[in-house]
């Protein structure tokens, strides 16, 4: 019997398949195993410890759909932060990169100086890009709901429906910020 391991499919003119290149990309499996245990141990970059992680080292997300979800989480943080509401994560690496917005309203300094309309323009210019980045999402909801489950739940996507959702809203999310391959 023939091992099919090291077969590669070929175009017509008989180069390897670009598409298997491209599949190719994202880490073997069990690199990726490593380096989810290594992040969930605190010994490596705690993003690959996260969900959306986990889905781009195991190949079912694209790189441009991995940089639109980190792209979402410093969004949704900033907007948080602007609304005065607590990070969602505040033991993440990026609530900590997002520092100046301001903790509690006690904290801020006063409108009427040069750092208050600062502070007021960068909320102002946050909740902007959350809004923009809702709009652009989209208003399914099943699909919305299987982005927000993985997104903002860090739970894996149920089934090959939920996954579908999130890729797509992933993607849309892609072209939105102008994120290319």
Known sequence: MARSKGIR????????????????????????????????????????????????????????????????????????LAIGSPPAYPSSVMSSALGGMGSAAGDDPPITTREGRRLREKRERAVAEYDRATAALGTGADMLAAFRLTMEHEQAPIGAVGLSNLGWCLHRLAQHWRISQ
């Open 9 to 80: 499919h070929r175009e017509p003119t008989g180069r390897p398949s670009r598409a298997e290149a491209a599949a190719e990309d994202a880490p073997p499996p069990v690199s990726a195993k490593r380096l989810r245990d290594a992040a969930i141990a605190r010994m490596a970059d705690p993003e690959w410890g996260t969900e959306l992680g986990r889905l781009w080292l195991a190949g079912k997300i694209t790189a441009a759909e991995y940089q639109a979800g980190k792209r979402w989480w410093n969004v949704r943080e900033a907007y948080l």
